[in-house]
T-cell receptor
Framework: QKEVEQNSGPLSVPEGAIASLNCTYS??????FFWYRQYSGKSPELIMF??SNGDKEDGRFTAQLNKASQYVSLLIRDSQPSDSATYLC??????????WGAGTKLIIKP | NAGVTQTPKFQVLKTGQSMTLQCAQD?????MYWYRQDPGMGLRLIYY???????DKGEVPNGYNVSRLNKREFSLRLESAAPSQTSVYFC??????????????FGPGTRLTVL
């Protein structure tokens, strides 16, 4: 059974600091990785995706992949209260379906 | 563009009742999905449709049926609802499974309670 694991949190970070979220995956052959944000009572929305060939930066968000240790990270710089949400990690499996982690709840304290 | 729409937004059923959740997308996507989300758990795939005319079981298909009515619409049916099916149901759509970044776009969800 392919798995994606995340610490459920909550992860509490002061406003303006860097929030670091991690996700481990079991399928060594995985090549596509996704980070979704889900506000309470809302649906998930994609914020970043990366392929196995490199990291990616988009504004305040950076996604990093460590293939040797099989984890993917999401860094949020200059954290804002509006970043408070649950962050879902998803990994594309061999059948092209997404395998989802349970999510990490992030709280940004003003 | 409305994106992905779902109806109804909320529903309360009694055990044994049946209902159909509707989903439609206007992004001309080939692939559509039904997920359920329970507290403390990730999204779990119920059924998916890789393209019009095809449907396949996901991780948790028992107690559900689906219909891919056309390219736009993908419905989920509960034939005899059980309390274990109390959950939030999300429909999603994406570009074809093979190739592309497989970004999935989600509808607003249906919050279902089975008493």
């Amino acid at each position: 059974q392919k798995e994606v694991e995340q610490n459920s949190g909550p992860l509490s970070v002061p406003e303006g600091a860097i929030a670091s979220l991690n996700c481990t995956y079991s399928d060594r052959g995985s090549q596509s990785f996704f980070w979704y944000r889900q506000y309470s009572g809302k649906s998930p929305e994609l914020i970043m995706f990366i392929y196995s060939n490199g990291d990616k930066e988009d504004g305040r968000f950076t996604a990093q992949l460590n293939k040797a240790s099989q984890y993917v990270s999401l860094l949020i710089r200059d954290s804002q209260p509006s970043d408070s949400a649950t962050y879902l990690c998803a990994v594309r499996g061999s059948n092209y379906q997404l395998i989802w982690g349970a999510g990490t709840k992030l709280i940004i304290k003003p | 563009n409305a994106g992905v729409t779902q109806t109804p937004k909320f529903q309360v059923l009694k055990t044994g009742q049946s209902m159909t959740l509707q989903c439609a997308q206007d992004m001309n996507h080939n692939s559509m999905y039904w997920y359920r989300q329970d507290p403390g758990m990730g999204l779990r795939l119920i059924y998916y449709s890789a393209s019009e005319g095809t449907t396949d079981k996901g991780e948790v298909p028992n107690g559900y049926n689906v219909s891919r009515l056309n390219k736009r619409e993908f419905s989920l049916r509960l034939e005899s609802a059980a309390p274990s099916q109390t959950s939030v149901y999300f429909c999603a759509s994406s570009e074809p499974l093979i190739g592309g970044n497989n970004e999935q776009f989600f509808g607003p969800g249906t919050r279902l309670t089975v008493l």
